[in-house]
């Protein structure tokens, strides 16, 4: 999935191997425990950079999309490959009628270059709430509980997730970590162009925007074709706004992701 989506990428920006000076890629749902699945992309893309993972569930292309911009701003990455992937058929349990249907498997990728001075990173937030550990999780598979014969009988290398405390939560940090990026930016809600926010649930989605007041036609949905793909939500959607040109040079997007540890990235781009 990673791969496809960073050579899609790649051919529609024009980029050769040798162009990419770093890679990261969010997911918390890795083809293996090691190595990264990021050094595994790299090879299979024929890349000579740096590659790591960045694991921050549902936020991990939030993470790993600021992570990058860091990189750039400073002048460490000329040409940073950002990818957002996770398979999430492999990890739900599915006999959970409540939290099986709500998922997909998906992948995409950005470039970051540095562009003029009234393009790219306006503002972000980034936080973690680790109380909320228990409110999505996988209680094996890890060093702490390493995976058994008996774990696997208990279904315990799937996803539990408490829906209703993750949908309050939601709508709750992506209101407050919103409006925190507006404030710092000096920018109201009728000046964003579009939002895209991590593709977790129609209901989350539809009472965030009206917590930040955002009109509903500007707000981006795919849910409906892919359903949740944690860390391939977000570039899947800003692929698909680029391509149906509801984002343009000069357009104001905000994004915004949210998931498991609990954890949160938001930010305002301009394009």
């Given at each position: 999935l990673a791969?496809?989506?960073a050579r899609r990428a790649m051919d529609r920006a024009g980029v050769s191997p040798g162009d990419v000076?770093?890679?990261?890629?969010?997911?918390?749902?890795?083809?293996?425990?090691?190595?990264?699945?990021a050094s595994q992309v790299q090879h299979k893309l024929h890349l000579?950079?740096?590659?790591?993972?960045?694991?921050?569930?549902?936020?991990?292309?939030?993470?790993?999309?600021?992570?990058?911009?860091?990189?750039?701003?400073?002048?460490c990455s000329k040409l940073a490959l950002v990818i957002g992937a996770d398979a999430n058929s492999r990890v739900v349990e599915p006999q959970d009628k409540k939290t099986y249907p709500l998922f997909g498997?998906?992948?995409?990728?950005?470039?970051?270059?540095?562009?003029?001075?009234?393009?790219?990173?306006i503002?972000?937030?980034?936080g973690s709430d680790g109380s909320g550990e228990d409110l999505l999780y996988m209680k094996s598979g890890g060093s702490r509980s390493p995976a058994t014969v008996e774990t696997v009988q208990r279904g315990e290398h799937f996803m539990r997730m408490e829906g209703r405390s993750v949908f309050k939560w939601a709508?709750?940090?992506?209101?407050?970590?919103?409006r925190d990026v507006l404030d710092f930016a000096k920018m109201t809600p009728d000046q964003i162009d579009l939002v895209v926010l991590h593709q977790a649930n129609i209901r989350i989605l539809h009472a965030a925007a009206e917590e930040i007041d955002i009109d509903c036609p500007k707000l981006f949905v795919n849910l409906d074709k892919y359903g949740n793909t944690s860390a391939g939500s977000i570039p899947l959607a800003l692929d698909e706004a680029v391509q149906q040109g509801r984002i343009k040079r000069g357009s104001n997007v905000l994004l915004c992701g949210f998931?498991?540890?609990?954890?949160?990235?938001?930010?305002?781009w301009r394009w």
């Open positions: 791969v496809a989506a000076d770093l890679l990261v890629l969010g997911t918390f749902s890795p083809d293996l425990p090691i190595p990264s699945t000579r950079c740096p590659a790591f993972d960045v694991s921050a569930a549902c936020a991990g292309f939030m993470y790993a999309l600021v992570t990058g911009s860091q990189f750039v701003a400073t002048g498997d998906g992948a995409g990728a950005v470039l970051l270059a540095r562009g003029d001075e009234n393009q790219g990173l503002s972000y937030t980034m709508v709750r940090v992506i209101d407050r970590s919103v998931g498991a540890g609990l954890v949160w990235g938001t930010a305002l």
